[in-house]
């Protein structure tokens, strides 16, 4: 189930599970650009990877949450959500993983890299636009 948020939002739907997050950061001054589930692999099993690149959206474990300052990983909770945050400017460069025929893109910080894996390709191809793009920076 989604709701719409206003608060600076851009009317993006966000899922009920990440509506504690969006109000927080709608109160810090960040503007939602984009809401995909995604899941790190780095903090994910061979389960849940598997779930993920088979884009079971009943069964969605996290989100990459994509403001025009930063980008969020979000594992919602019942009590509280666990919430990475990356702002956007560290961020080196993005690429697709095995050209992306298994839903991974790879953002670099530095000499550090992380793989995202998106449940569906077409969130992956628009958040590799966006940051490849540089759109945060207009």
């Given amino acids: 189930m989604t709701q719409t948020i206003d608060a600076g939002t851009l009317g993006i739907e966000v899922p009920k599970k990440l509506a504690r997050t969006a109000k ?10 984009q809401i995909a589930p995604a899941i790190l692999e780095s903090r994910a099993s061979k389960e849940m990877l598997a779930i993920a690149r088979m884009g079971m959206m009943d069964k969605i474990l996290g989100y990459l949450v994509t403001t ?51 449940y569906d390709d077409m969130e ?12 945060w920076k207009k």
């Fill in 124 to 135: 992956g191809i628009r958040f590799y636009h966006y940051l490849k793009n540089k759109q």
């Fill in 68 to 118: 025009d300052k930063n980008v969020h990983f979000v594992r919602p909770g019942l009590a509280w959500d666990s919430v990475q945050t990356v702002p956007l400017d560290v961020i080196d460069d993005v690429q697709y993983v095995d050209e992306f025929h298994n839903n991974t893109l790879k953002i670099k910080v530095g000499e550090r890299a992380e793989s995202i894996i998106f």
């Fill in 24 to 33: 927080k950061l709608a109160a810090a001054g960040e503007t939602l650009v």
